[in-house]
């Protein structure tokens, strides 16, 4: 039986460590690639172009757009972000299961154009250690940073439109959950309709 590659989407709040998370996560086992987002906000110290995002202006990231280059975009505080449709593609054709981290409108946006992809969302243990968090990243603004929890008392009401929950306390048990959670999904019927109807002509013909 081929193992066909999903999409998992993961989302969370910003601060949440969904990005450290994931980069664990791909480290750790190879079946799984992560994309790289192009975006219009500017680099962190210590982003590099190509590595963390593809850091593009507002033409280049239209242009995109226009030439069906991105799967899914959406806008977050004042800036585009998207997912170059190439590598996705690719990388599913190849049977391996592409990670996107990306917000709730593209999440919502994957569903609809792939309804086997997985949506995971990554909690916080709690409301004011992600605040915590967000302050001990140390590079952004107050104002930055109020924007972002504004962000994610709207975000937390789409919630119930992912898949499933996972709590971000302890690095490593947070890396095995997820991993768990993407070897069931792999196990459901409807992401194995090929296989089912071999089985079925193949019992016909018995
Ligand atoms: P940050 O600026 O903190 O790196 O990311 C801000 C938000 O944008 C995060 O919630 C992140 O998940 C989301 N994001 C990153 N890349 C993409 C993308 O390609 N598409 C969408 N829709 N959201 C993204």
Redesign the pocket.
């Known amino acids: 039986m081929d193992r066909k590659g999903i999409i998992i989407v ?6 949440v460590g ?2 450290t998370l994931m980069k664990e996560l791909v480290a750790r086992y190879d079946r799984y690639a992560l ?1 790289i ?3 219009t ?1 500017d680099p ?1 110290p210590g982003e590099v172009n190509g590595r ?2 593809f850091f593009l202006t507002n033409d280049e990231f239209e242009n995109l757009i226009r030439e069906n280059g ?1 799967i ?3 806008g ?2 004042n ?1 585009y ?4 449709r190439k590598f996705v593609e690719e990388q599913l054709d190849k049977g391996r299961d592409v990670i ?8 919502l ?1 994957i569903k609809e154009q792939y309804p086997d992809a997985v949506l995971l969302f990554v909690m916080p243990p709690s409301a004011s250690e992600l605040k915590t968090r967000l302050e001990g990243r140390g590079t952004e603004t107050e104002q930055v940073i109020a924007q ?1 929890l504004n ?1 994610a008392r709207e ?1 937390s009401v789409g919630i119930e439109n992912y898949d499933y929950i996972v709590i971000n306390d302890d690095l490593d048990e947070c890396v095995t959950r997820v991993d768990e959670i993407i070897r069931s999904a792999h196990n459901t019927p409807s992401r194995n309709l090929d296989y089912i109807n071999e089985i079925r002509n193949e019992l016909n013909e018995l």
Do not use: D, W
């Not at 972000?81 to 170059?84: A, N, R």
């Open positions: 993961v989302s969370g709040f910003s601060g969904k990005g994309s987002s192009a975006t906000r962190r963390e995002y991105l899914e975009h959406a977050y505080v800036h972000y998207g997912t170059p996107l981290e990306i917000e709730i409108q593209g999440a946006q972002r962000r975000e």
